[in-house]
């Protein structure tokens, strides 16, 4: 009954649209009013401990990094340097967008930011060399959803603070997956761009050109090596990581590109501050709920539940798969991974399922609901971008969103692409 009660609440709310900060701290609240099973005072801690953590700064800097990147003309430079080296075969803009993103992704760690950065530059591209304006949209939106796919990605950053994983690991296990991800994403493209008749730019390859994209984007393509290979080696911890990135941004967009000016860079910060502001009036009460939900025994009892199902670790990892499509598609991904990942991290590792390596299926499986309606971050900025109608992009999408589940199921059945490079550097 108590716990009836704390999610008949919290659906009511959500329905009716109230945030989602509310609605959590609203049913904890009513809650205690039918059953005061904790005290006020241990949520206020919860919530309050929930979010100070040093870990957390990564999340606003990362964000920040990405807006830097795309307005002091680093994305153009990806884009550049994809471009020279596979725009010329079947479909190669749409794989050039692909590989784009995942550069793009491993600066933002964001889907929407790398949607709106890479699509900026690419959906035009993609247009005027004949590909229909739904397919270059939807394109993007689904290949965008590897802003949080390659490391640094924002929801492990988020599943590591909440479940006390080690966030470097987790970085380190999302470059299988992630690259497993593009490729299933480019073969996908291929085909259907040879169904299509999408050829190439016509500009045959040509190792001179590499070299030049390549020299004009050096200081754009040092940047994930800097980030990624501090934070491996040790000689800073993510959160500095990410604080670097936007230094190592400022610097090259203001002094080296010149494309970026210390006005834009106050704005940026200023539009940060909304984002950071909503991401803790989310996570603080998420996390104090999830204190509440270990104070019931609601994990246990949910645990108790799937193995009642069955205890093969694949048909566990099927159901998890279903709970976290559907939620996702009509629940942000920081609540998803504040609220669920406990829970279903109790589950999955009853089964014998590594922690790591469902941090990063949980990403991989949450990166879909950035395209699946009715909450998909990634199709609504596509949108804005070509005045297309959600319907429109979403139909001609179907065929890249049945690839990333492909992905998913590859990557979540073979735990080595995920955990093979954690353990050969022993993190």
């Known amino acids: 009954m108590d716990v009836a009660v704390l999610f008949l609440v919290m659906a009511v709310c959500l329905a009716i649209g109230v945030p989602i900060g509310v609605s959590l701290a609203l049913s904890m609240f009513a809650l205690l009013l039918v059953n005061p099973v904790t005290t006020t005072t241990f949520i206020t801690q919860s919530m309050y401990s929930g979010v100070a953590s040093f870990t957390m700064l990564a999340l606003p800097f990362f964000v920040l990094a990405g807006s ?42 964001s889907a929407p930011a790398t949607v709106a950065a890479i699509g900026a530059i690419m959906i035009p591209q993609m247009i005027i060399n004949g590909y229909d304006t739904p397919y270059a949209t939807g394109l993007v939106a689904v290949a965008g959803s590897l802003g ?16 006390n994983v080690s966030i470097g690991a987790l970085f380190m296990a999302g470059i299988g997956p992630a690259l497993v991800v593009g490729g299933v994403l480019m073969i996908f493209n291929y085909f259907y761009c040879k169904k299509k008749g999408y050829k190439g730019t016509g500009e045959k390859f040509n ?20 980030i990624l290979g501090g934070i491996y080696s040790g000689f800073f911890t993510p959160t500095e990581a990410a604080v670097v990135s936007v230094v190592y941004g400022i610097i090259i967009g203001v002094f080296v590109y010149k494309e970026l000016t210390l006005k834009k860079v106050v704005g940026m910060f200023r539009d940060n501050v909304a984002f950071i502001g ?30 009642g199902i069955s205890t093969n670790p694949y048909i566990i990892l099927m159901l998890v798969f279903l709970i976290l499509t559907i939620a996702g598609m009509f629940v942000q991904t920081t609540p998803c991974v504040i609220i669920l990942s406990p829970i279903l991290l109790a589950v999955v590792q009853s089964v014998g399922i590594d922690p790591i390596h469902f ?42 969103i049945l690839a990333l589940f492909i992905a998913l199921f590859i990557c979540g059945f073979v735990p080595q692409i995920s955990l093979g490079l954690v353990q050969l550097f022993g993190m």
């Open 148 to 163: 949080v796919v390659v490391p640094p990605s924002y929801p492990m950053v988020i599943y590591g603070v909440t479940n």
């Open 278 to 307: 909503g991401m803790m009036f989310t996570f603080a009460p998420a996390a104090a709920l999830g204190s509440v939900f270990s104070y019931l025994g609601i994990q246990k009892a949910i645990s108790a539940f799937f193995l």
């Open 359 to 400: 941090g990063v299926i949980m990403t991989l499986a949450l990166c879909i609901a950035f395209v699946t309606p009715p909450v998909a971050s990634n199709m609504f900025v596509a949108m804005t971008m070509t005045g297309l109608s959600m319907n429109k992009i979403v139909k001609v999408s179907l065929p890249l």
């Open 207 to 226: 190792i001179r050109n590499v070299g030049h994209a390549i020299w004009n984007g050096k200081a754009a393509l040092l940047m994930p090596i800097i």
């Open 68 to 109: 830097i990147m795309d307005t002091g003309g680093i994305s153009k430079r990806i884009v550049a340097v994809a471009n020279s080296l596979v725009g010329n075969i079947t479909g190669g803009l749409g794989i050039v967008t692909i590989i784009a993103c995942m550069f793009f992704g491993a600066i933002s760690g």
